[in-house]
């Protein structure tokens, strides 16, 4: 089609397009076998709370490499698995894996420790329900429903359908978490619906902090606002001590970010957890 509106004019444009379709197609296609030849890998960051120092979660965060690529971010190829309708079956293993995982820790010895699992808008499509799924996947596990954080964003909370979904889980105990929250177009009228447990300070507003005043403006109305609804408040993407100090003073509640810790391979994650139901970690 370009082609008859003059070949010289669109060229360039025509290149970088058919680029970038090729790369989807390319990663399109590896994301078909990627499950089956177990290309996956779910990584642990651990979440702080900051009163005491103890590690009170974990985010599930899934990891790819590609065979010959080598790894790719989860910014890219979510996207592309959500398109192809691969996000239900991938977000069912990453649940599969990082349920088994908290219960694995358990029967290790270590304290029963909270795993937070991504959810993409997908998963609630309402021919797969996800209610039945996820207690599916409890049961199969083992896993106290109660070690298990779901976190959704913003637009998803938004639909009544999954609130219903969300609703049911947590009457099983499940939590529920908004992620990067304060970054999607919403309401908060959302928060008086449904039964939310925790808010997640989206990293864009923490790396504001000391430089741009608006964006604490910002995370101080979020962690009023978490105080007077009595919820969870964690900072995402916390990095250095000026940030640290500034969400104490807050009274942040939990903070996830390298300053403590990167997201970790399961046996470097369980060594952590060990040293710090040892008592030998101190944060
Ligand atoms: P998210 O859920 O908001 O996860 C936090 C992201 O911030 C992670 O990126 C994490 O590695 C990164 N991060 C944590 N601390 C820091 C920090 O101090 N500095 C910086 N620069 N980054 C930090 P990651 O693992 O690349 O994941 C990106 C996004 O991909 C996630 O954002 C989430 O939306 C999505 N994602 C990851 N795993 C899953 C999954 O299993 N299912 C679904 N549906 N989405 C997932
Ligand atoms: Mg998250
Ligand atoms: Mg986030
Ligand atoms: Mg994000």
Same mark, same amino acid.
């Given at each position: 089609?370009?082609?008859?509106?003059?070949?010289?004019?669109?060229?360039? /444009?025509?290149?970088?397009?058919?680029?970038?379709? &090729?790369? !989807?197609? /390319?990663?399109? =296609?590896?994301?078909?076998?990627?499950?089956?030849?177990?290309?996956?890998? $779910?990584?642990?960051?651990?979440?702080?709370? #900051?009163?005491?120092?103890?590690?009170?979660?974990?985010?599930?965060?899934?990891?790819?490499?590609?065979?010959?690529?080598?790894?790719?971010?989860? @910014? $890219?190829?979510?996207?592309?698995?959500?398109?192809?309708?691969?996000? +239900?079956?991938?977000?069912?293993? %990453?649940?599969?894996?990082?349920?088994?995982?908290?219960?694995?820790?358990?029967?290790?010895?270590?304290?029963?420790?909270?795993?937070?699992? =991504?959810?993409?808008?997908?998963?609630?499509?309402?021919?797969?329900?996800?209610?039945? &799924?996820?207690?599916?996947?409890?049961?199969?596990?083992?896993?106290?429903?109660?070690?298990?954080?779901?976190?959704?964003?913003?637009?998803?909370?938004? *639909?009544?359908?999954?609130?219903? $979904?969300?609703?049911?889980?947590?009457?099983?105990?499940?939590? %529920?978490?908004?992620?990067?929250?304060?970054? *999607?177009?919403?309401? #908060?009228?959302?928060?008086?619906?449904?039964?939310?447990? !925790?808010?997640?300070?989206?990293?864009?507003?923490v790396?504001g902090i000391g !430089?741009?005043?608006?964006d604490e403006?910002?995370?101080?109305?979020?962690? #009023?606002?978490? !105080?007077?609804?009595?919820?969870?408040?964690?900072?995402?993407?916390?990095?250095?001590?000026e940030q640290?100090?500034f969400?104490?003073?807050?009274?942040? *509640? @939990?903070?996830?970010? /390298?300053? /403590?810790?990167?997201?970790?391979?399961?046996?470097?994650? &369980?060594?952590?957890?060990?040293?710090?139901? @040892?008592?030998?970690? +101190?944060?």
């Amino acid at each position: 089609q370009a082609k008859e509106e003059g070949k010289n004019t669109y060229r360039i /444009y025509d290149e970088t397009l058919n680029a970038d379709l &090729q790369q !989807k197609m /390319y990663i399109k =296609n590896s994301l078909r076998r990627a499950l089956d030849h177990q290309e996956f890998e $779910v990584f642990y960051q651990p979440q702080i709370e #900051l009163a005491t120092g103890r590690i009170t979660g974990l985010e599930a965060l899934l990891r790819w490499t590609h065979p010959k690529i080598g790894p790719i971010s989860p @910014e $890219v190829f979510i996207p592309i698995a959500e398109e192809s309708g691969l996000m +239900i079956p991938i977000g069912e293993w %990453v649940l599969r894996t990082a349920c088994a995982q908290s219960k694995a820790w358990q029967d290790a010895g270590l304290p029963p420790i909270t795993i937070a699992v =991504n959810l993409s808008a997908r998963q609630f499509a309402p021919r797969y329900d996800l209610a039945a &799924q996820v207690k599916a996947i409890l049961a199969e596990t083992g896993l106290d429903p109660a070690c298990l954080e779901l976190e959704i964003t913003e637009n998803m909370a938004m *639909h009544d359908n999954n609130a219903a $979904v969300l609703q049911e889980l947590r009457s099983d105990n499940v939590r %529920v978490s908004i992620d990067d929250f304060g970054t *999607h177009y919403s309401s #908060l009228s959302y928060l008086k619906r449904l039964p939310v447990d !925790k808010i997640k300070i989206d990293r864009s507003f923490v790396i504001g902090i000391g !430089k741009e005043p608006k964006d604490e403006a910002i995370i101080l109305a979020m962690l #009023l606002l978490a !105080k007077h609804m009595e919820l969870t408040i964690i900072a995402e993407g916390v990095e250095t001590s000026e940030q640290l100090a500034f969400l104490q003073t807050g009274e942040c *509640h @939990e903070i996830q970010g /390298y300053f /403590y810790y990167p997201p970790k391979s399961a046996e470097t994650a &369980q060594q952590i957890l060990r040293s710090h139901a @040892e008592g030998l970690t +101190i944060i």
